[in-house]
């Protein structure tokens, strides 16, 4: 196998690099010619890609930062690593259900601004008499929606019925495997309204694409329960931030938790805020870094795919031989014509696989015989053909 060139961007784990430690890997964030990207926060929107790029690995789940249409016009898979960092945002969750039911921020922010040459006896009582000003409320018994329910909303909901709360869901798309996770205390809605209208508190966990794109908005607010605590760690743009503040200011919402701080957010009363840090934990980083290197591994050495955002779920066993992939446009009459050219050259296929997702097909084929550099010409200038790689 030719040597196969890693580019880095941001600060990738060591543990996920030390995936790429074997003779055929070169990793650098400065590499030419690189066969794959790997990146955190890295924004790819305007940037130019190398003819040799064949992926892009996200170690994280959000992917607004790659130019997926682009990717996939260019036959570039896209990878990112949903779960990996679910449990350090399902803590992170927990900690915004306790700071926006009890009086924690503010009892903090009142004890910091205290003199203090203030004698010991004198801050006590002065504590003990202020103390009530940050009365707040317990979790138990209140009932948390959770909007998406992958990874991290499965954690999320079974987090909290440990912690003695009622929780609803709700989640068109949700997956066989994501549903196999949930417990089987949460109660299934069957839309974004009615969840709002019984819940306590509503956690966010869904992706930042079109279809979501300020799902909490002044029409969906309408009728949530007055005094509603929001927690947005998922992205920003599901929240309708003009819509927030404007309940806020009503008293519909009661609070609005996130690690997306807005400069309109700043200093309200209502909105407690922090940095992006929903996966900032060391053990997160590390898991994402793996996941990432090791998905990236098996597509550039076995053409297997998990994990992609534009590509379809396409992994098979090698049974020996000589492994042949292919990416084309998804319209009929493209594999026919890729198996008459392997039939016209006497190469005989022992496995195949075929998927497709939307306006693209993957097809992975283990042949007998190693197909020369001329097979894989002809298969190139077959129409709708958009890469093709020997393994």
């Known amino acids: ?56 690995a996200r170690a994280g789940a ?20 949903p779960g990996a960092n679910a449990n350090a945002v399902k803590e992170l ?81 949700i997956s066989i495997e994501a549903a196999w996770k949930l417990s ?19 956690s966010l966990h869904v992706p930042a694409i079109e279809a979501t794109r300020h799902m909490i908005s002044k029409d969906s607010l309408a009728n949530a329960k007055p005094g509603i605590c929001i927690l947005n760690f998922a992205r920003e743009q599901i929240v309708d931030i003009d819509a927030i503040l404007s309940a806020m200011d009503q008293g519909i919402v009661g609070r609005y938790v996130t690690d997306f701080p807005v400069p309109a957010l700043l200093r309200h009363e209502k909105a407690i805020l922090m940095p992006h840090i929903g996966a900032s934990t060391a053990e997160a980083e590390i898991n994402c870094a793996v996941m990432a290197a090791d998905q990236v591994i098996d ?5 297997n795919i998990k994990n992609s955002v534009n590509f379809p779920l396409a992994k098979m066993q090698r049974t020996g031989g000589f492994r042949l992939t ?3 446009e998804n319209v009929s009459g493209v594999l026919g014509h890729v198996l008459s050219v392997l039939a016209e050259e006497s190469l005989n296929v022992v496995d195949m696989l075929n998927k497709s997702r939307e306006n693209l097909a993957y097809n992975i084929l283990d042949l007998e015989q190693q197909p020369s550099e001329q097979v894989l010409v002809k298969i190139r200038a077959v129409e709708h053909v958009i890469n093709v790689r020997s393994l």
């Open 1 to 56: 196998m030719s040597m196969l060139k890693i580019r880095t961007y941001n600060t990738i784990a060591t543990q996920g690099l030390e995936r790429f430690s074997r003779e055929n890997y070169e990793v650098a964030s400065e590499v030419a010619t690189p066969a794959a990207f790997v990146l955190r926060s890295q924004n790819l929107i305007n940037e130019a890609f190398p003819d040799s790029l064949l992926a892009i």
């Open 62 to 81: 959000g992917t607004n930062n790659v130019p997926l249409e682009r990717c996939s016009e260019n036959g570039i898979v896209v990878f990112n690593t």
């Open 93 to 173: 969750v927990l900690a915004g259900l306790l700071l926006s039911s009890r009086g924690i921020v503010e009892g903090m922010n009142y004890v910091s601004q205290m003199d203090s040459a203030m004698d010991e006896q004198t801050l006590a009582k002065e504590m003990e008499a202020q103390k009530k000003r940050f009365k707040g409320g317990e979790l138990a018994g209140k009932t948390l929606g959770i909007v998406g329910l992958g990874a991290i909303g499965s954690l999320v909901a079974n987090m909290a019925i440990s912690l003695g709360m009622n929780v609803v869901g709700f989640d068109p798309a």
């Open 184 to 202: 089987s205390d949460v109660e299934k809605m069957d839309n974004l309204s009615s969840l709002l209208a019984r819940t306590d508190f509503v």
């Open 299 to 303: 597509f550039l050495e076995n053409g």
């Open 326 to 328: 292919f990416t084309n």
